[in-house]
């Protein structure tokens, strides 16, 4: 067995540690929007008016992320380069989305701004760990 160089092992630790990090802050929306999916729109001063839109919340915010943080678990431990470009697309594409509601609806509140930039600085790290 060849010993791995010190920045080889850097870089794959740190590559780890971004996608755990990443796996943890949506874990912690999963679990919110699972358990009251009220609490998750609260973020955003939005009312839930009925059983479908907290379905809706629940699901899309607690199911699907609740099936992206074990998809990030595994690939953590055997695909960690898929990890990266995983979350290379999933940082981006929220940073995006936000982008193009600026463009179309106008200016984001204090929440957006704040996330656009999370986001972008997420998408940043992983395409340098990609």
């Not at 943890?24 to 998750?40: E, F, H, I, W, Y």
């Not at 431990?77 to 609806?105: D, I, K, N, P």
Request: charge should be positive.
């Amino acid at each position: 067995m060849r010993p791995r160089s010190g920045a080889c092992w850097i870089r794959k630790r740190a590559s780890q540690g971004f996608i755990l990090l990443s796996t943890l802050s949506l874990l912690s929306v999963s679990l919110m929007a699972l358990a009251n999916p009220q609490s998750v729109m609260d973020l955003v001063q939005v009312k839930l008016p009925n059983t479908d839109a907290y379905s809706s919340i629940r699901g899309i915010n607690g199911g699907v992320g609740l099936a992206v943080c074990v998809s990030l678990t595994y690939l953590i431990r055997y695909h960690l380069r898929t990890g990266l470009g995983f979350l290379c697309l999933f940082w981006g594409s929220y940073a995006l989305a936000r982008a193009v509601t600026m463009l179309v609806e106008g200016p984001l509140g204090a929440f957006d701004n704040q996330w656009i930039v999370i986001e972008t600085i997420f998408f940043g790290i992983a395409v340098g760990l990609f």
